[in-house]
């Protein structure tokens, strides 16, 4: 079926580092891609969306890449905090866009050690 | 103030009852929807409406029977529970069919 897949299911860093989280999608006529945290007992929040005609685009301390070549997309955090544990999800939006639907990847845990 | 709010956020009941979840957005938005997580964490939509009028229905059993009477919100009755109910359903809203989507804090549904 549809999915975005992510390379890893868990990342372990140590605060202060640099984290990337990588995910593949599937969908070439995917236009739109958006990354969510996720924290226990919470809904997802979003983190930072690209489009398409993008490569790049920064947020606060996050950082989405976009490689359309390959399928690949990657979130980084810098300086990672222990606030930042939580699961990531990316997501992709179809261009022929079904009412908005988001196709979302399995999720990445991050865990930060003090 | 919550920008997407559903009730409950737990609740716990027996196969064969019926229940309902509500969600409300005060984001002014469209597009109002319903996403499932399984316990795997696993996120897929079910169903999808925009200006109270259904886009998406995701191949989802007619047991779940969702139900948008204005704009700001968006209601999911169950028939019927199952165990295989047992998840947490997300309401989200946007401000069109292409916006960000924005997720409430969900509901915890445990069928025994």
């Known amino acids: 079926g549809e999915s975005v897949g992510l390379h890893l299911p868990t990342l372990s860093v140590q605060e202060g580092d640099n984290s990337i989280i990588n995910c593949a999608y599937s969908n070439s006529a995917s236009d739109y891609f958006i990354w969510y945290k996720q924290e226990s007992g919470k809904g997802p929040q979003f983190i930072i969306d690209i489009r398409s005609n993008m490569d790049k685009r920064q947020g606060q301390r996050v950082t989405v890449l976009l490689n359309k070549t390959v399928k690949h997309l990657s979130l980084q955090i810098a300086a990672t905090q222990p606030g930042d544990s939580a699961v990531y999800f990316c997501a992709e939006r179809p261009s022929y866009n079904q009412g908005g639907k988001l196709i979302f990847g399995q999720g990445t845990e991050l865990s930060v050690k003090p | 103030d919550t920008a997407v709010s559903q009730t409950p956020k737990y609740l716990v009941t027996q196969m064969g009852n019926d229940k309902s979840i509500k969600c409300e957005q005060n984001?002014?938005?469209?597009?109002m929807y319903w996403y499932k997580q399984d316990s795997k964490k696993f996120l897929k939509i079910m169903f999808s409406y925009n200006n109270k009028e259904l886009i998406i229905n995701e191949t989802v059993p007619n047991r779940f029977s969702p139900k948008s009477p204005d704009k700001a919100h968006l209601n999911l009755h169950i028939n019927s529970l199952e165990l295989g109910d047992s998840a947490v359903y997300f309401c989200?809203?946007?401000?069109?069919?292409?916006?960000?989507?924005?997720f409430g804090e969900g509901s915890w549904l445990t069928v025994v």
């Open positions: 984001l002014g938005h469209d597009t």
């Open positions: 989200a809203s946007s401000l069109t069919t292409r916006g960000t989507i924005y």
